[in-house]
């Protein structure tokens, strides 16, 4: 029996491969995540290594807001010079150098536009040398405060050679420097990781990134001869106290690298996610493939019967088929993977400023995730045909029959009774519960709403496919065309619910996006009273910030009401880490902003409602809070402000805008006088904001627009990611279609006979072809919509106020579902249209 079953599987060849190729896709996908996240955590051990190889111990201050990989960027706390000569006179210390490395050095090239990063922090340090690492490549380092020096990565990103001037932003205005030398790595690396660095002389380092004289971010301590780095930690920590952190380079090494994992982790659940997807779909096509399998092996499997096989061989045969086609798809799987993790690792560098990546290597995990993966998915998906395959009667093999299609009973009462579930659980969701139960409820009611749907696809496919396939038949081939597509429910509707899963998700996703699109314009229609922005587009993990002056300059243009700067920090309330705002006159933000509120005095804060009420304060209430550089300060909470009258819902006074661990502002207001237009004073401000190039001034409505336009990049984002469930759902229409000729070949040859010309059967493919991929991308379309409405309307409580169907978008897939469905026909329709005739009759 065995035997019977590989040769049966080796006579048809394209059965095999088209059997594969979902589980080949999607298998890739598992592979190539895991490929990707072992390469690159090889990357940052590597990187790591390199940073603290001349590292025997480092010294910092214990950071005021301790921050993960996963919340943001960690803002190094001051550490005093008088800690480094402490250091310098402890036994075992052979020499100790004060560093400053801060994030924020932000060197404008030569075009004019600020050099960004996506990804690599923009270092600015002190000059301290030389070591084994580094090596000049021409110039010299630093020694005047105008003076400057640049990794070469940068300098070339920059267009700058050695005697050129530089602009360079930090957080302090624009400054120009001479560039006096040019430095890398050896190994002929240009940085290490893409990371972009400027080494200003060290008195100038500290004013410019940290703020203050006589500071540094670290302290890099030599150990004397005989003496370990982890004999001297062991030394200086008692000395130095708790206050600071004592650690060798190996541990930083370990815990800097372990950190961007956290991170790195988090994406790969992302592209997991999707996999399963992607996998998902798979089955779809795999159980259909399968399920044609075994309708045109009726006769074969009929006469294995009579020969004495057991109904348990029988689904043997089958389940052995399809672990045969898992492990040849898990194997051509992780090939695919491994190439796509190299591709995906390639662009990974690119867009981080040319990352030295480490081998591609395929990780244990990767393989035995392929194999389990790609053989499961293929044996879960044939089980049903399998056992279908088992009920052929022997005396199936003495006739000219196939296998009667089952009712459609059963499924529709269990699609009937999950999809009642589902809206039942919805409608709680939506009208009954509240709070995080509603969301639970709906989240789960569309899920099994969704399932019922797939249940109930075969029993909507008949009447819907036959309405579809009106439109095409004004012709012979249309209408044969039309009937072939309905002549089958159940395949018909495995294979377009396969195309109704991507397409389902993708149009729910944009229902929520653009709902909340929506709802942000309609929410900055009301309340934001300000005529002109100064903003940035975020593209790294700091903001675009620029010169406070730019806020007095802007208030003194003849027509301006008023003028307000916002400045952002991650503070710390009760060991909570949360995201404060400030700004140097409430009064002036409020005036900007549309509405009143007192200056605040040092020692005020003013909370808005929703905040006061969740943690409980008042007017009154003392609050501690601790800012990134600066000491704890203990506010009193002098004002509560009505919900989005003003931007934040913490609003801290000017004075603590020097612990934040960016210190200058990194939104501006600008409210004009009644009567004054727009265009009069934008090209002023315009002016004003020259020197910060990461900045721009726009009227509002263009800065609503530029702040909704994430949602657009979400929704590209999403499609990108579920085009391989779409595209393996387009390959089971090709599935579908392929082996449905091979299935009607003899049925095609009595049409030729008959008078069906080659272009005519192509034509009757096509229609087939369009009308099941139509059918998908509407059930897809409407249970999107329905998903994404429901799912909108469970998350009011968080800002979306409106629900916004994308009839644009969703007319969209529709078109191209049709544009796929020819596609898709291609392939099939030539094979039909080049069957022989008078083989095609007599084919058995």
């Known amino acids: 029996m065995f035997r019977a079953t590989l040769k049966s599987l080796l006579a048809r060849k394209l059965r095999l491969v088209l059997s594969g190729l979902a589980v080949i896709l999607g298998v890739m996908f598992v592979s190539g995540a895991l490929v990707l996240t072992d390469t690159l955590n090889r990357t940052f051990d590597s990187i790591f290594s390199d940073v603290y190889a001349a590292t025997d111990v480092s010294v910092t201050a214990k950071p005021k807001v301790e921050v993960s990989e996963m919340d943001g960027e960690e803002v190094s706390a001051p550490l005093p010079a008088s800690a480094v000569e402490t250091i310098k006179t402890q036994a075992g210390v052979r020499s100790a150098t004060g560093r400053v490395d801060a994030d924020g050095a932000r060197v404008i090239a030569t075009d004019g536009k600020v050099l960004t990063s996506f990804g690599p922090p923009r270092i600015g340090s002190n000059w301290t040398g030389t070591d084994e690492m580094m090596e000049i490549r021409s110039g010299r380092g630093p020694e005047a405060p105008d003076e400057i020096a640049l990794n070469a990565t940068t300098a070339k990103l920059a267009g700058y050679a050695v005697g050129d001037r530089v602009p360079v932003l930090t957080q302090q205005p624009k400054r120009e420097f001479t560039l006096v030398g040019i430095w890398g790595y050896t190994g002929g690396r240009d940085s290490i990781s893409g990371v972009q660095e400027v080494a200003f002389t060290t008195p100038v380092a500290q004013e410019l990134m940290l703020g203050e004289k006589d500071v540094f971010t670290s302290v890099t301590v030599a150990a004397a001869d005989g003496v370990t780095p982890d004999q001297l930690r062991d030394r200086l920590a008692p000395v130095l106290g708790a206050g600071y952190e004592v650690k060798t380079g190996a541990q930083l090494s370990a815990e800097d690298s372990a950190s ?327 009064s002036r933000l409020a005036e900007a902003y549309g509405t009143t509120a007192a200056k605040l005095g040092a020692d005020q804060i003013a909370v808005s409602a929703p905040e006061a009420a969740e943690r409980n304060w008042q007017a009154g209430s003392q609050v501690s809070i601790q800012t990134s550089r600066g000491e704890a300060h203990t506010y009193t909470v002098s004002q509560v402000f009505t919900e989005d009258t003003l931007p934040g819902s913490i609003i801290l006074p000017a004075e603590a805008i020097k612990g934040f661990g960016i210190t200058q502002p990194v939104l501006g207001f600008i409210r004009l006088d009644d009567g004054v237009a727009v265009s009069a004073v934008l090209p002023q401000v315009k002016a004003l904001v020259a020197d910060s190039p990461e900045v721009s001034a726009t009227d509002q409505q263009t800065f609503v627009d530029s702040q909704a336009a994430i949602f657009d990049q979400i929704i590209t984002m999403i499609q990108i990611l579920l085009g391989l469930a ?95 469905g020819v596609i898709a026909a291609v392939l099939p329709a030539i094979r039909a249209a080049r069957l022989n005739v008078l083989n095609a009759i007599a084919h058995d």
């Not at 789960?444 to 909507?460: C, E, K, N, Q, R």
């Not at 387009?730 to 030729?752: F, M, P």
């Open 726 to 820: 779409i595209l393996i759902a387009v390959l089971g229409v090709i599935n579908t279609l392929a082996l449905s000729v091979l299935e009607r070949t003899r049925e095609l040859g009595l049409l030729r006979a008959v008078g069906l010309g080659r272009a005519q059967t192509m034509r009757m493919i096509t229609v087939e072809a369009v009308v099941i991929a139509v059918f998908g991308a509407l059930l897809g379309v409407a249970v999107g919509a329905g998903m994404g409405s429901a799912v909108a309307r469970a998350l009011k409580d968080d800002g979306i106020t409106q629900i916004v169907l994308p009839w644009d978008r969703m007319g969209t897939y529709l078109a191209l579902a049709a544009l796929v």
């Open 260 to 586: 961007l994992k956290e991170g790195m982790g988090f994406f790969n659940q992302i592209l997991l996610g999707f996999a399963g997807v992607a996998l998902f779909v798979g089955i779809f096509l795999i159980l259909n493939t399968f399920s044609i399998v075994v309708a045109q092996r009726t006769r074969e499997l009929a006469l294995l019967r009579a020969i004495g096989a057991s109904r348990r061989q029988v689904i043997n045969s089958v389940l052995v088929e399809a672990v045969v086609v898992g492990m040849i798809a898990s194997v051509l799987g992780l090939l695919a993977g491994i190439g796509a993790g190299a591709g995906l690792g390639a662009l990974f560098s690119g867009m981080s400023g040319g990352m030295d990546l480490a081998p591609i290597g395929v990780p244990l995990s990767a393989v035995i995730s392929s194999f389990t993966v790609g053989i499961l998915v293929t044996v879960v998906a044939a089980v049903m045909p399998a056992l279908r395959a088992s009920r052929i009667a022997p005396v199936a093999a003495m006739q000219d029959v196939a296998t009667p299609d089952r009712p459609l009973t059963k499924l529709t009462v269990a699609g009937t009774v999950v999809t009642a579930a589902g809206a039942a659980a919805l409608g709680t969701g939506l009208f009954v519960a509240s709070g995080d139960s509603a969301l639970y409820l709906i989240l789960g009611g569309v899920l099994v709403t969704f399932i019922g749907v797939a249940l109930l696809t075969p029993l909507i496919s008949r009447p819907v496919v036959s309405l579809l396939g009106r439109l095409f038949a004004w012709s012979v081939p249309g209408r044969l065309g039309r009937l072939n597509s309905g002549r089958n429910p159940r395949r018909t509707a495995i294979t377009a619910a396969a195309l109704m899963v991507g397409i389902a998700l993708v149009t729910g996703v944009t229902v929520v996006m653009d709902s909340a699109k929506s709802s942000l314009k309609a929410e900055a229609a009301r309340i934001l009273k300000a005529q002109i922005m100064i903003s940035g587009d975020q593209g790294g993990p700091r903001p675009p910030t620029y010169d406070p002056a730019v806020v007095d300059r802007a208030e003194a243009i003849p027509g301006v009401r008023a003028a307000a700067g916002l400045y952002n920090d991650l503070v710390a309330i009760g060991g909570e880490r949360s995201y404060i705002a400030a700004t140097e006159d409430l």
